[in-house]
């Protein structure tokens, strides 16, 4: 080697040297200030990374509690649900239950009205009975005085029978007094006193629940041939013989209230015709038996006509006929309805229909109605039944 390489080494590393100290001085601030930023921005990274883990956990949290939530909520609902579910349950029971109750109530009320009605009906029947029985004892006891009287007595014929019997026996009074003559110390007998006295008895019969008898209208009751719309009658002003017609004059009594019928069966049939589709109305007291038709005459014509029939048994209506004149049962039903002091029967044709009114009592639709002709209208009734008004409009 020579000076002059050794000199240019020396050179070259005397500026390396310096190249280095001055890359030092310069370099490595700048290379101390990056690794303080990357630490900075590691830590910066870290701690975003942190939060973020955090936000993430919370966030879960959340969601973990909400669904929590949710689930608490759908099983309330389910809960609410479910008690709900229960009181309506409990609600159709209750329900249920009252309205068995009220069936079983009513049911009761029925059946207890029913022994009422036959307990009342067989006290009548009884107190009848007893009646009678008083009325004949009456009646041979009379028998027995007038014998000792040594008065005859009439010839019993049916007849006096059937009307009511007033007997009167009337002695004259004497009276005849004995007086002493003198008083006197002796004990006289007290003064004698000899009395007749009047005796008045009236034989009343008493009516009984007799099985009513059948309709027979004969051919001479045939009504007149005019045929007119309408009718109305309050029978409390009486009978007029002249729109009317009847088997005798004696079954019926006009009263203040209307007409008593005297006789089971005791019908009334009106002169004048009316169209088969009509409207009919019968105001009436039922009579105090133990069982009594009731019918309603309709288009009855020489050949043909109608009867509704109400069975009573026990003061209540049992059963409702519809028949035709011929006898042929064109309806019937069976009813429970009480028999009320003031009773209405109303029936209405009209077409081929027939409604009985006044408690849902019949209908039934009548297929040869159109071939029925212009007829009366009437009532038939048992005895002591008392008829109070009639009218007839179109329906």
């Not at 919370?58 to 949710?70: F, H, K, M, P, S």
């Not at 079954?251 to 008593?260: F, Y």
């Not at 209405?348 to 006044?358: D, M, P, Y």
């Not at 071939?371 to 005895?383: K, S």
């Amino acid at each position: 080697m020579t000076a002059w390489g050794c000199l240019f080494g020396l050179v070259m590393l005397a500026t390396g040297g310096l190249a280095g100290l001055l890359t030092g001085i310069v370099a490595l601030p700048l290379l101390t200030g990056s690794a303080a930023t990357q630490t900075a921005a590691w830590r910066d990274l870290h701690q975003v990374a942190t939060a973020q883990a955090i936000f993430g956990a919370a966030l879960d949290g959340t969601l973990r509690a909400q669904v929590a939530a949710e689930t608490q909520s759908a099983l309330a609902v389910l809960g609410t649900q479910a008690a709900l579910d229960s009181r309506q349950a409990l609600l159709n029971q209750t329900a249920t239950q009252s309205q068995r109750l009220v069936l079983a109530t009513l049911t009761a009320a029925a059946v207890q009205d029913a022994q009422q009605r036959t307990q009342i009906a067989l006290d009548f029947s009884q107190t009848q009975a007893a009646l009678q029985q008083n009325a004949t004892r009456v009646q041979l006891d009379f028998m027995q005085t007038q014998a000792a009287l040594g008065n005859p007595l009439p010839a019993v014929t049916a007849q006096n029978q059937a009307a009511p019997a007033a007997v009167t026996v009337t002695v004259t009074p004497t009276v005849t007094v004995t007086p002493t003559p003198r008083p006197s110390l002796t004990p006289t007998a007290a003064p004698r006193l000899t009395m007749t006295m009047t005796m008045t008895m009236t034989m009343i019969p008493i009516p009984t629940a007799t099985p009513a008898t059948p309709i027979l209208l004969p051919p001479t009751d045939t009504p007149a041939a005019a045929a007119v719309a309408a009718l109305s009658v309050d029978f409390a002003a009486g009978l007029d013989g002249s729109r009317w017609n009847a088997a005798d004059s004696d079954d019926w009594r006009s009263e203040a209230a209307g007409l008593r019928a005297l006789r089971d069966g005791a019908w009334l049939l009106s002169r004048e015709r009316f169209p088969a589709a009509r409207r009919v109305q019968v105001d009436f007291t039922p009579a105090l038996v133990a069982g009594a038709d009731y019918a309603l005459l309709l288009a009855v014509s020489e050949s043909d006509g109608l009867t509704l029939t109400l069975r009573s048994s026990a003061l209540s209506i049992t059963e409702v006929r519809l028949e035709r004149r011929s006898g042929a049962l064109l309806a019937t039903q069976t009813v429970d309805l009480p028999l009320r002091q003031q009773s209405r029967l109303e029936v209405v044709i009209a077409g081929e229909a027939l409604n009985a009114r006044g408690a849902p009592l019949l209908v039934t639709t009548l297929p040869d109605l159109s071939g029925m002709v212009a007829g009366a209208v009437g009532v038939q009734f048992p005895a002591e039944a008392l008829l109070q008004r009639l009218e007839v409009t179109s329906p």
